[in-house]
C-alpha cells in the first residue's frame, strides 16, 4: 500500500502565481484533510473532506480552495500565491468520524518569493 | 477557544531514562486524544489513542495517560534510546469531529 501520496515534494512560486498540491490515498479513506506547518504555530487545519463532493473549511482557509471529485484525490488550490503562503503542507486521511488514527503524506514544503 | 498546550522547551534526557511529556487543553470535551511522532521533513505517525473512558493505555516502551478531569494526557516513554529522539503530537478532535488539532509539539532528544 502506498498510503497518502503528495505530490511535488518541493515547489517555489511566485508571488501572485497558481499552483495545485496533489494529494492521494488508496486506503479507501472517508475522511480527508489539509494542514500547514509552520514553525512556533503546530500543524493548522486549512480545509477537509467527509467524503466525495463534501468539504469545509479548517481554521485558515483564506487563499486556498478544495474539490473532492473522487474518495481516493483531495488537491489543494493555490490561486494567487503570496509569501505569507510559504510553509510545509501536510495531507492526512482518516477511515471514519472518530476513534481513528490519521495517515499523513510526506509534506510539500512551498516557498513563495 | 479550543486551545492545546504542549510544552515548547525541547526535553533532553539520558538513554535508558522515562521520558514524560505532557498534553494541556481547554475548551474541549474530547472522546478521545491521540499522541503522534514526527521525525524532521517527515510527516507525523500515528502512535496512541486513548478513549475518555480509558486512564492508561500502553503499547510495548510507551504509556499514555488521560485525566479528564484535569483536562490533561501525559505520555511516558519509558528505557528511551536516541532512536526516540523526535517531536511529539498531541492531538483532539476538531469542532465539526472530522479533523484534528494538534498542539505544537514537544520535541524530545535522547542522548547516549
Known amino acids: 500500500n502506498a498510503g497518502v501520496t503528495q505530490t511535488p515534494k518541493f515547489q517555489v512560486l511566485k508571488t501572485g502565481q497558481s499552483m495545485t498540491l496533489q494529494c492521494a490515498q488508496d486506503?479507501?479513506?472517508?475522511?480527508m484533510s489539509w494542514y500547514r506547518q509552520d514553525p512556533g504555530m503546530g500543524l493548522r487545519l486549512i480545509h477537509y473532506?467527509?467524503?466525495?463532493?463534501?468539504?469545509d473549511q479548517g481554521e485558515v482557509p483564506n487563499g486556498y480552495n478544495v474539490s473532492r471529485s473522487t474518495t481516493e484525490d483531495f488537491p489543494l488550490r493555490l490561486l494567487s500565491a503570496a509569501p505569507s503562503q510559504t510553509s510545509v503542507y501536510f495531507c492526512?486521511?482518516?477511515?471514519?468520524?472518530?476513534?481513528?488514527?490519521?495517515?499523513f503524506g510526506q509534506g510539500t514544503r512551498l516557498t513563495v518569493v | 477557544s479550543q486551545k492545546i498546550e504542549q510544552n515548547s522547551e525541547a526535553l533532553n534526557i539520558q538513554e535508558g531514562k522515562t521520558a514524560t511529556l505532557t498534553c494541556n487543553y481547554t475548551n474541549y470535551s474530547p472522546a478521545y486524544l491521540q499522541w503522534y511522532r514526527q521525525d524532521p521533513g517527515r510527516g507525523p505517525v500515528f502512535l496512541l489513542l486513548i478513549r475518555e473512558n480509558e486512564k492508561e493505555k500502553r503499547k510495548e516502551r510507551l504509556k499514555v495517560t488521560f485525566d479528564t478531569t484535569l483536562k490533561q494526557s501525559l505520555f511516558h516513554i519509558t528505557a528511551s534510546q536516541p532512536a526516540d529522539s523526535a517531536t511529539y503530537l498531541c492531538?483532539?478532535?476538531?469542532?465539526?469531529?472530522?479533523?484534528?488539532?494538534f498542539g505544537k509539539g514537544t520535541s524530545l532528544l535522547v542522548t547516549p
Open positions: 492531538a483532539l478532535d476538531q469542532s465539526s469531529g472530522y479533523a484534528l488539532n
Open positions: 492526512a486521511s482518516t477511515l471514519g468520524q472518530g476513534f481513528t488514527e490519521a495517515f
Open positions: 486506503m479507501n479513506h472517508e475522511y
Open positions: 473532506s467527509v467524503g466525495a463532493g463534501i468539504t
